[in-house]
């Protein structure tokens, strides 16, 4: 047995230096120490030195994992991922990780559902982006599965409807076509189904009116033909219809795009 012969403060704040039979043995934290009650004059046998260190070591865990989920909501994974690059025990971890699902501090699926609702306003995606997502958060299939159903089908289509309009903007100097066929695909991308992100585009009048087709048309026209200005006036005239045709501009609009092109011009 050894005897507690001072219980000193530290430096830094809640932490104690504790001496056994005159002699410095190891540091608490605050908690530890009152958790377990030490005064000075207690006697310690090695079962209960030991089991104060164990006790230190998960403190200093749950301070890490504390400190971790103070700015926001995490999962059990990244909790854990989180301990082994602070160097924590597997041991430890397992016991910090258990205590925060007791107070409540660790929910993954209280995580998936928060996710998916913040998904449908900051940073927008479909449902199998969100998926994708949390199963790399480490999210069990199930609750992932459960998290999803919050995501209506019609708030999907809203959420989708904002994007497409944006992205609309974003690819007004192209044609038509091509302009819908990058809303769409964006949209899978972001993890809304390809039946979804057709019908939104089909719901939405993202088409360019006639004027802005023909006049981009006439600068896709023009481009071509510089880029291709060494050729022969009838290759060049070939390579400028096609490039029209590969960027989705119809026949009649692309006709009068040639008509705005002097081919014999050297």
Same mark, same amino acid.
């Given at each position: 047995?050894?005897? =507690?012969?001072?219980?000193?403060?530290?430096?830094?704040?809640?932490?104690?230096?504790?001496?056994?039979?005159?002699?410095?043995?190891? #540091?608490?934290?605050?908690?530890?120490? +009152?958790?377990?009650?030490?005064?000075?004059?207690?006697?310690?046998?090695?079962?209960?030195?030991?089991? &104060?260190?164990?006790?230190?070591?998960?403190?200093?865990?749950?301070? =890490?994992?504390?400190?971790?989920?103070?700015?926001?909501?995490?999962?059990?994974?990244?909790?854990?991922?989180?301990?082994?690059?602070?160097?924590?025990?597997?041991?430890?971890?397992?016991?910090? =990780?258990?205590? &925060?699902?007791?107070? /409540?501090?660790?929910?993954?699926?209280? *995580?998936?559902?928060? *996710?998916?609702?913040?998904?449908?306003?900051?940073?927008?995606?479909?449902?199998?982006?969100?998926?994708?997502?949390?199963?790399? +958060? /480490?999210?069990?299939?199930?609750?992932?599965?459960?998290?999803?159903?919050?995501?209506?089908?019609?708030?999907?289509?809203?959420? !989708?409807?904002?994007?497409?309009?944006?992205?609309?903007?974003?690819?007004?100097?192209?044609?038509?076509?091509?302009?819908?066929?990058?809303? !769409?695909?964006?949209?899978?991308?972001? /993890?809304?189904?390809?039946?979804?992100?057709?019908?939104?585009?089909?719901?939405?009048?993202?088409?360019?009116?006639?004027?802005?087709?023909?006049?981009? +048309?006439?600068?896709?026209?023009?481009?071509?033909?510089?880029?291709?200005?060494?050729? +022969?006036?009838?290759?060049?005239? *070939?390579?400028?219809?096609?490039?029209?045709?590969?960027? #989705? *501009?119809?026949?009649?609009? =692309?006709?009068? !795009?040639?008509?705005?092109?002097?081919?014999?011009?050297?």
């Amino acid at each position: 047995m050894k005897t =507690i012969t001072k219980i000193a403060t530290q430096k830094r704040d809640g932490r104690y230096n504790i001496e056994l039979d005159g002699h410095f043995a190891f #540091g608490l934290s605050e908690n530890v120490l +009152a958790k377990f009650g030490l005064l000075k004059g207690r006697q310690l046998d090695d079962a209960m030195i030991e089991e &104060l260190k164990q006790a230190e070591k998960v403190d200093q865990g749950l301070k =890490i994992a504390l400190n971790y989920l103070s700015p926001a909501l995490r999962t059990v994974r990244q909790v854990k991922d989180r301990l082994k690059q602070k160097k924590v025990e597997e041991g430890v971890i397992d016991q910090v =990780i258990n205590h &925060l699902r007791q107070q /409540g501090l660790l929910d993954d699926a209280v *995580y998936a559902k928060h *996710y998916v609702a913040t998904k449908q306003v900051f940073n927008p995606k479909g449902p199998r982006g969100i998926a994708q997502d949390l199963k790399q +958060a /480490g999210v069990q299939e199930e609750i992932i599965e459960t998290a999803i159903l919050g995501f209506a089908e019609n708030d999907q289509v809203l959420v !989708a409807t904002k994007m497409a309009e944006k992205l609309a903007r974003t690819h007004s100097r192209d044609s038509t076509v091509i302009r819908q066929q990058k809303v !769409a695909q964006a949209l899978v991308q972001k /993890g809304f189904s390809y039946d979804l992100a057709s019908q939104v585009i089909n719901d939405l009048d993202i088409a360019n009116d006639e004027d802005d087709e023909q006049e981009n +048309a006439n600068k896709q026209a023009e481009k071509l033909a510089r880029h291709h200005q060494r050729l +022969a006036a009838k290759d060049r005239f *070939y390579k400028v219809k096609q490039g029209l045709y590969a960027k #989705g *501009y119809r026949g009649e609009v =692309i006709d009068q !795009a040639l008509e705005t092109i002097d081919f014999d011009e050297e």
